[in-house]
């Protein structure tokens, strides 16, 4: 079972630390990665968001959260694959 997720539909507005304190609340946290990263500076339409909590218990009471509006996007919350948090480059 994957301690990670991808969420994605993620508003260009939110900060990895907006997205931090969200799930922060459903689990412990060990790395969250949002891409673009906040200090980038490239026009964005949707952002990217990576989290790998401590309890792989914690993917699935996160996926509870697809749909739900945070900033001004509803999120789509599925698990990721163990590996690097980076998004593909198909």
Same mark, same amino acid.
């Given at each position: ?40 500076? $490239?026009?964005? !339409?949707?952002? #990217? ?6 309890? %792989?218990?914690?993917? &699935?009471?996160? =996926?509870? $959260?697809?749909? !739900?509006?945070? #900033? ?6 599925? %698990?990721?694959?163990? &590996?690097?948090? =980076?998004?593909?480059?198909?």
């Amino acid at each position: 079972m994957t301690n990670v997720i991808q969420v994605t539909n993620v508003s260009p507005s939110t900060t990895s630390e907006q997205m931090r304190t969200l799930f922060g609340f459903l689990g412990n946290i060990e790395e969250l990665k949002l891409f673009p990263p906040d200090e980038s500076s $490239l026009p964005v !339409t949707s952002r #990217v968001c990576f989290v790998k909590f401590l309890e %792989p218990e914690s993917v &699935g009471v996160s =996926q509870h $959260l697809t749909n !739900t509006v945070f #900033v001004d996007r509803a999120l789509i919350v599925v %698990p990721f694959a163990e &590996g690097p948090l =980076q998004p593909s480059r198909d």
